[in-house]
């Protein structure tokens, strides 16, 4: 883990080491991380924890991962609490898979609902949860290709929607 190094903190999201430096605590020296995110957050941890909790930016091995998880069939609960404690776990991991799960499952949800044509949506926990996860992983994607969130973002729901058809009917010619 160096200066500059692009690192991923759970759910705070992707952010840059900025300092790795010795300090004297209490007559203990440690060494110390600073990592700064968008928002203007800064976290500085021990060595030994950021190792802990920090991990690299995805590579294009799991984004290929991400890409198959957003493309697939959702796998939740059926009762609302189950399905919104799960979706907070992963969120909270902050894994580029987990989040694309949350992702996945939540769009599909929000077709059916729509589907039904009765005016309902998701509720205001899973929405918060789903926009949540949508901007971890496409900062993260972005960061890992080189492209802005928003590029991310399309890609998102690129795989999104070749997922939706794939349940699909195939339309007449």
Not at 57 to 62: F, H, L, N
Not at 70 to 94: D, I, N, Y
Not at 120 to 140: H, N, P, T, V
Request: charged letters at 30%; hydrophobic letters at 40%; one cysteine or more.
């Amino acid at each position: 883990m160096t200066v500059g190094d692009s690192v991923v903190y759970a759910s705070h999201g992707l952010g840059r080491v900025t300092l790795k430096e010795t300090r004297n605590a209490r007559d203990v020296e440690c060494e110390v991380v600073v990592v700064e995110f968008r928002e203007g957050l800064s976290v500085t941890l021990p060595l030994e924890r950021a190792f802990e909790y920090l991990r690299p930016v995805s590579d294009e091995a799991e984004l290929e991962e991400v890409r198959r998880v957003l493309r697939g069939s959702p796998v939740e609960a059926a009762v609302w609490q189950t399905r919104l404690r799960v979706a907070q776990e992963k969120v909270a991991v902050g894994s580029a898979i987990g989040l694309a799960e949350v992702i996945r499952n939540s769009a599909r949800r929000d077709e059916e609902i729509r589907a039904r044509g009765n005016g309902g949506m998701l509720s205001l926990a899973e929405r918060g949860l789903y926009q949540k996860a949508r901007q971890l992983l496409a900062d993260e994607i972005g960061s890992s290709r080189g492209i802005e969130s928003a590029e991310a973002d399309a890609w998102i729901d690129e795989q999104l929607a070749v997922g939706s058809d794939l349940g699909a009917a195939p339309s007449p010619i």
